[in-house]
């Protein structure tokens, strides 16, 4: 089957990204578009449109009525994911050879950048929960106890990057953790790639979205949290510790010179739409409706992890004895497409559009499932093995260029790690390299294996011993 055919290919429910519903939920200007005269709308950087980071044309207009509407210094479209606005806005932050905090659930785009631009990521583990298998969100204490944090004495941070909220929806009071870091002068990047829409919903007891806050860098991905099409994404700029030059000359280093239009065309019509009073009192409504699904699901009786994200259903899959594998290979089986298996979870994503069916349909499921895996009791996990604050024992991008000998997992006790380990989705490493191997690290990336089977293939890639 060709990759054409496929994209014609209906499931019964999807509940993956991008959250426009494969199109019932994108704004209606491109639905238009799309539909008029398919590919016109497939044009080059003419004067009219000018670019991303041009002073005149349609862009540029669109990037400051919206910066002057959210009270940003600047903000600008991206066409590579919130991936690619993450890595402009890391090298806008920290040079060569300098340290920027991570958390341990980064998404690999910081990483990735990391590696080609000899930036230090400095991780900070979260707390964690072994009930449902996930990060906590971040609080001020913890965060204090990070920043005062023995192995930082001697070392400057250039930057911290916060997550707000998670892949699966907790979030943080991002405004007092943005406030901590100012006091000491960093510079704070929030990827809030999960958590655009918050922008418009605060009367909705939803998070504070990091544009509200006095952030310098937030970047959002406009498919995963709002209706425009995948890849498209934006970054927003404020206040005086980052020089605005260096994000422009982030964005300019990796922006494909041919960006395509029809994304550009998204990036705005997606954030515009909710600006609509109409359309926004629309949003809302399934939003409502999304709060109103979990709680049919609980009384049900079916295990679910809250988070402050409703639009995420979590099914705490290892409360019964199912991973969240078993159980996502199940649904699919009938015809229901979730976002992200975990080891004790199963993530659901409800897009933009209400979901009638979707509690009978899973309650029903769920009903098939338990009678097919006969459970056992509730599924246990391990806290991943990680020091509060950990600073690669060599530099990650000179391991990732160096020497390199692929030993058997039980082996690498002691070597440095020469590659990055991540499941996608999520996306969030297990080691990266230059990082040292020991036991614990080695179980914990048995354990996740066991569940996640092309993981590893039980050989590591590390830094031979000659360097
Ligand atoms: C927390 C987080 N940040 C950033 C990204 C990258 O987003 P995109 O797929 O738009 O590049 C992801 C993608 O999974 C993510 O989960």
């Known amino acids: 089957m060709s990759i054409s055919s496929f994209l014609k290919e209906k499931f019964y429910q999807e509940h993956f990204f991008p959250s426009h519903n494969r199109g019932k939920a994108l704004p209606k200007v491109l639905i238009d578009l799309l539909s008029e005269s398919p590919g016109s709308w497939d044009i080059p950087e003419l004067p009219e449109l000018g670019s991303v980071l041009s002073d005149s044309g349609l862009i540029s207009d ?204 998204s990036c705005e019509e997606s954030i515009m739409d909710w600006l609509d009073e109409t359309n926004l009192k629309r949003y809302k409504e399934v939003i409502t409706s999304a709060k109103k699904i979990s709680e049919e699901l609980i009384s049900n009786g079916i295990p679910l992890i809250e988070t402050h994200d409703p639009l995420k259903i979590i099914l705490n899959t290892g409360s019964v004895g199912i991973d969240g594998f078993t159980a996502d290979k199940f649904f699919c089986k009938y015809g229901l497409i979730a976002e992200l298996p975990e080891r004790l979870s199963l993530t659901f994503c409800l897009g933009f559009t209400k979901q009638k069916q979707f509690a009978n ?60 380990i991540y499941p996608y989705p999520p996306g969030i490493p297990l080691i990266v390299p230059g990082e040292e191997i020991n036991h614990e690290r080695i179980d914990w990336i048995r354990e996740e294996s066991l569940y996640c089977k092309d993981l590893v293939n039980s050989y590591l890639s590390v830094l031979t011993k000659d360097q």
């Open 62 to 265: 669109a990037q400051s009525f919206l910066s002057r509407k959210f009270s940003s210094e600047k903000c600008w479209f991206g066409v590579n994911g919130a991936s690619g606005m993450i890595q402009s806005a890391i090298l806008s932050m920290v040079k060569q050879g300098e340290f920027i905090l991570v958390p341990r659930n980064v998404h690999i785009s910081v990483i990735k950048i990391c590696l080609v631009s000899g930036v230090v990521p400095v991780f900070y583990d979260l707390e964690f929960s072994e009930v449902n298998g996930h990060y906590l969100p971040l609080n001020k204490s913890w965060l204090k106890k990070i920043l005062d944090h023995h192995s930082l004495c001697n070392i400057k941070i250039s930057g911290i990057v916060f997550i707000h909220p998670y892949y699966q929806g907790f979030s943080s009071e991002i405004n007092s953790l943005v406030e901590i870091c100012h006091q000491r002068r960093i510079p704070v990047l929030v990827d809030e790639a999960h958590g655009s829409y918050f922008l418009f919903c605060e009367d909705l007891g939803l998070p504070k979205s990091a544009v509200k806050s006095n952030a310098d860098l937030v970047v959002q991905s406009l498919h995963k949290s709002l209706n425009g099409l995948t890849q498209t994404a934006i970054l927003w700029f404020k206040g005086d510790l980052i020089e605005q030059e260096n994000v422009v000359k982030g964005i300019n280093l990796l922006e494909t010179t041919s960006p395509n239009s029809l994304l550009l065309a």
């Open 361 to 420: 349909i899973l309650t029903d499921l769920w009903i098939k499932l338990i009678k097919y895996a006969e459970p056992n009791g509730r599924l246990k996990t391990y806290k991943p093995p990680f020091e509060l604050v950990q600073i690669p024992s060599v530099s990650p991008s000179f391991a990732w260029r160096g020497k390199t000998e692929k030993l058997p997992l039980q082996e690498c006790v002691g070597r440095i790690c020469s590659e990055i």
